[in-house]
């Protein structure tokens, strides 16, 4: 079952790339409320993780999902959401993860029947802006951030997930889909970088308007 309201933006793309400042911008300037990604991990289940994949992939992905179904459904009940990722980009994982065999794919069917259980109630947002960026840039920007669990991690994953993400959103058709290379972009400390970004969502936003009104 629908609800009637529906999340206006999603800001999605791999780690590092400036998801939380470029949400933190658009509320700022665009006057959107933000949802900063959910990151209930109270059994430190990311952390046991990285350190022993095949053991923890599905207690993890299993508790993030649930988080982030969670998360989606209040932001559905606000004027003007926008959401720092969201439940639609939760697969990317654990399909990286099946293909990895980090998760069995007895795990990754079980995984997936709740998934979509969940989607059936939510719906897709109506614009999701994906933020572009090569590995080694993804990289850089994990380090100057310094979260221990990120920077012990190799630079093989960073670019498996960087390429699952670009997968996932070529072929993206839940909705208007903004993508934005990012790569030589610092819209947190560049004030035309800023208002690019800025402007490259209005516009489409506007799109989004224009397509709702002719239907």
Not at 23 to 42: K, L, Q
Not at 132 to 154: F, Q, S
Request: net charge negative; aromatic share 12%; hydrophobic share 40%.
């Amino acid at each position: 079952m629908y609800t009637e309201n529906r999340v206006k933006i999603v800001v999605d793309g791999v780690t590092g790339v400036g998801k939380s400042s470029l949400v933190r911008i658009i509320s700022e300037e665009m006057g959107f409320r933000p949802f900063d990604e959910m990151f209930d991990d109270e059994y430190r289940l990311l952390h046991k993780f990285f350190h022993d994949r095949e053991k923890w992939a599905f207690a993890m992905q299993v508790n993030f999902m649930t988080n982030r179904i969670n998360q989606y459904k209040q932001a559905m009940k606000v004027c003007k959401a926008l959401m720092d990722r969201s439940i639609f980009s939760d697969r990317i994982f654990a399909l990286m993860y099946l293909n990895h065999k980090y998760l069995s794919p007895e795990e990754y069917a079980v995984y997936n029947n709740l998934l979509n259980a969940f989607l059936d109630h939510v719906r897709p947002p109506q614009l999701l802006v994906y933020l572009r960026v090569n590995t080694d840039e993804a990289i850089r920007r994990i380090h100057r951030r310094g979260r221990p669990d990120e920077i012990e991690v190799e630079r093989e994953y960073w670019d498996m997930l960087n390429q699952f993400y670009e997968n996932n959103y070529h072929d993206y058709q839940l909705g208007q889909l903004l993508v934005l290379n990012v790569d030589h972009l610092d819209y947190v400390h560049r004030e035309n970088d800023r208002q690019f970004m800025v402007e490259e969502i209005t516009r489409a936003l506007n799109t989004v308007v224009g397509k709702a009104n002719s239907s």
